[in-house]
């Protein structure tokens, strides 16, 4: 998992050369329209939260196609229980009562300040480190810009190269938001500001997206919460022993191929009621 230190020169420079795609121009201009006029619903978390209100649209576009029926966290119905990643959350009151748990949850209320680089930053946290890990930038904050590049999970863990995420980045939609909306400016970052606190370093793949496999491989009942805490670790090095691999608890390359494996013989989750733009196992692997 990178820091943001590391990370947010890189943003600087992709933001600032970026444009975008002409082919994808009015799309992106509907959609900003779109999530600027819901921006009075947005503000309602954003007050309870702390996090921008022009951040929570992307997500929102991003995660369930700004339907107002889905979570914020993984698409599933919101007056239900979840049942994808993470799963037992709700059922929940309300659209924005659901989202400020999946915020909580994510860790995004701690963030100190929202510089612009910032918010790309846990865009990216948000989603999962992926495609960072395949040397990719991801789709989930570059789609639709000079940006992107080919590279996407096609299927359950099945990783493609020439494939290309047509979905609408959060950048490009950032970008086309700020044209109809000045209000949005966020601060862009500088050598020497004030750090941003370092999240804690996950396993690369995120804690619940480790938690739910193993339980779906092993039948084991842990809570998915996120917590790399001893509970998961015992798990872990249950499940590298039965695989013969280093039992040593960390969640590396090779424990993490063989739960690739396992994964891919099981028979499909069946789809969420409300159908997001991105898919539960999207989600899990970060794209």
Same mark, same amino acid.
């Given at each position: 998992?990178?820091?943001?230190?590391?990370? *947010?020169?890189?943003?600087?420079?992709? *933001? @600032? =050369?970026?444009?975008?795609?002409?082919?994808?121009? !009015?799309?992106?201009?509907?959609?900003?329209?779109?999530?600027?006029?819901?921006?009075?619903?947005?503000?309602?978390?954003?007050?309870?939260?702390?996090?921008?209100?022009?951040?929570?649209?992307?997500?929102?576009?991003?995660?369930?196609?700004?339907?107002?029926?889905?979570?914020?966290?993984?698409?599933?119905?919101?007056?239900?229980?979840?049942?994808? %990643?993470?799963? =037992?959350?709700?059922?929940?009151?309300?659209?924005?009562?659901?989202? +400020?748990?999946?915020?909580?949850?994510?860790?995004?209320?701690?963030?100190? &300040? *929202?510089?612009?680089?910032?918010?790309?930053?846990? *865009?990216?946290?948000?989603?999962?480190?992926?495609?960072?890990?395949?040397? $990719?930038?991801?789709?989930? %904050?570059?789609?639709?810009?000079?940006?992107?590049?080919?590279?996407?999970?096609?299927?359950? =863990? $099945?990783?493609? !190269?020439?494939?290309? &995420?047509?979905?609408?980045?959060?950048?490009?939609?950032?970008?086309?938001?700020?044209?109809?909306?000045?209000? /949005?400016?966020?601060?862009?970052?500088?050598?020497?500001?004030?750090?941003?606190?370092?999240?804690?370093?996950?396993?690369?793949? =995120?804690?619940?997206? +480790?938690?739910? !496999?193993?339980?779906?491989?092993?039948?084991?009942?842990? @809570?998915? @919460?996120?917590?790399?805490?001893?509970?998961? /670790?015992? +798990?872990?090095?249950?499940?590298? !022993?039965?695989?013969?691999?280093?039992? #040593?608890?960390?969640?590396? &390359?090779?424990?993490?191929?063989?739960? #690739?494996? #396992?994964?891919?013989?099981?028979?499909?989750?069946?789809?969420?009621?409300?159908?997001?733009?991105?898919?539960?196992?999207?989600?899990?692997?970060?794209?």
């Amino acid at each position: 998992m990178p820091t943001y230190g590391s990370k *947010w020169p890189v943003y600087k420079v992709q *933001w @600032d =050369g970026m444009s975008l795609k002409a082919a994808q121009l !009015s799309e992106i201009n509907a959609t900003a329209k779109r999530l600027v006029a819901a921006k009075a619903r947005y503000q309602v978390v954003e007050k309870a939260t702390g996090v921008p209100w022009w951040w929570i649209a992307c997500v929102h576009e991003r995660e369930a196609s700004q339907s107002w029926s889905a979570s914020l966290a993984q698409g599933d119905p919101w007056n239900r229980v979840s049942t994808h %990643v993470p799963r =037992g959350r709700g059922p929940f009151p309300s659209w924005e009562a659901a989202a +400020i748990d999946a915020l909580k949850l994510d860790g995004v209320t701690k963030v100190v &300040d *929202w510089r612009l680089e910032k918010a790309l930053y846990y *865009w990216e946290l948000y989603n999962g480190w992926g495609y960072f890990n395949h040397g $990719v930038p991801s789709p989930y %904050v570059w789609g639709a810009t000079s940006v992107q590049r080919p590279g996407k999970y096609v299927s359950d =863990g $099945v990783w493609s !190269s020439t494939a290309t &995420d047509k979905q609408l980045g959060c950048a490009a939609m950032l970008k086309a938001m700020m044209k109809l909306d000045p209000s /949005i400016n966020p601060a862009r970052e500088t050598a020497g500001a004030t750090p941003e606190p370092v999240p804690p370093v996950q396993p690369l793949k =995120g804690t619940r997206w +480790i938690q739910d !496999s193993l339980n779906r491989v092993t039948g084991s009942k842990l @809570d998915v @919460d996120g917590d790399y805490g001893p509970q998961t /670790i015992v +798990i872990v090095k249950a499940y590298q !022993s039965s695989r013969r691999l280093v039992v #040593d608890g960390k969640w590396g &390359d090779k424990t993490s191929a063989a739960m #690739d494996a #396992d994964l891919a013989k099981l028979k499909p989750v069946a789809a969420a009621v409300v159908a997001p733009t991105k898919s539960w196992w999207r989600r899990m692997l970060g794209m």
